[in-house]
């Protein structure tokens, strides 16, 4: 049997040095760099909290898996930045100046999991907001005292979503078509926002009543706008599922009447139309 020849002492000094940094050596969100005032750890974890931030960070290390930029003054996510990070499970923006956010915002998120976008100024949400995020479990969207109008298909696509936290928000009204449809729902927070008692919001308070255990907040069902009754109240369902009243059925007799009417008349017509023809043609 053939014996291999012992290395040399330079041979070992080589070997050992190339051992040494590959134990050392960073992992890709670290060679990629680090943005300034922020942390980059190697397990490909971005913090930037609390650095009085006006603009979203740039030169963020493509590997990155979660980035907290929460606690500063930034007022726009740009989708061209953002979306380089395909990577992305965990993104906390919280705190912040955000306004506005639209489909091309996470046009390319499709591995996140977890959003907060609470303490915000946001506005509305539109249909294909969160379109994109087909791995999204929890949405945190709590506290943007300006948030008014939540379109009905805004979650639509989000058919991995569990936890939905829209609390202490200015919603006065909220179609749950799309909720109702979404298979792993199990939490919902809408607690704190001035919903209106009316007719447009009798589906939400029903939900509420029949579903109670998806809801954070067990003082949902009193937080009726101007009352201290229970959220759905037996006069809301009265209002909005009305019985008909004496001059109903008399509008409908009434109808009645002339449709029968009328088409007794034409039938004479046509019947007389139909003998002078034939006095006609004999």
């Keep these: 049997m053939r014996l291999l ?4 002492a330079q041979s070992l000094r080589l070997i050992f ?3 040494f940094v590959m134990g050392v050596a960073p992992s890709p969100a670290l060679t990629a760099g680090c943005p300034g005032r922020c942390m980059c750890d190697d397990q490909l ?11 979203f960070p740039t030169d963020l290390p493509l590997a990155t898996r979660q980035l907290i930029i929460s606690n500063n003054r930034i007022g726009e996510l740009p989708a061209l930045q953002l979306n380089y990070l395909s990577d992305l499970v965990y993104l906390d923006c ?19 999991a977890y959003l907060d976008l609470s303490f915000n100024i946001l506005i509305n949400i539109d249909d294909r907001t969160f379109g994109p995020l087909a791995s999204l479990v929890m949405l945190r969207m709590t506290d943007n005292p300006t948030l008014s109008e939540i379109h009905p298909d805004a979650f639509a696509e989000n058919l991995a979503l569990q936890v939905l936290d829209i609390s202490r928000n200015n919603l006065t009204a909220l179609n ?5 449809a979404l298979p792993a729902l199990r939490s919902l927070g809408i607690s704190g926002n001035p919903w209106r008692c009316d007719c447009d919001t009798e589906d939400l308070c029903l939900w509420v009543q029949i579903e109670g255990f998806k809801f954070q907040a067990a003082d949902v069902m009193a937080e009726c706008r101007g009352s201290t009754s229970p959220f759905l109240t037996k006069s809301l369902r009265t209002d909005c599922h009305q019985t008909l009243g ?3 059925y008399l509008f409908f007799i009434a109808i009645g009447f002339v ?9 004479w017509v046509m019947e007389e ?9 004999s």
């Design 45 to 55: 974890v971005v913090q930037c909290v609390g650095q009085q931030l006006t603009d």
């Design 94 to 112: 919280s705190n912040n100046s955000l306004t506005d956010i639209t489909e091309s915002t996470f046009g390319n998120l499709r591995k996140l």
């Design 17 to 19: 040095l190339l051992i």
């Design 246 to 248: 004496y001059w109903d």
């Design 259 to 267: 449709i029968f009417s009328t088409g007794t008349v034409v039938a």
């Design 176 to 180: 749950i078509t799309t909720l109702i």
């Design 273 to 281: 139309i139909s003998c002078v023809r034939e006095v006609w043609w």
């Design 5 to 8: 020849p012992e290395p040399s």
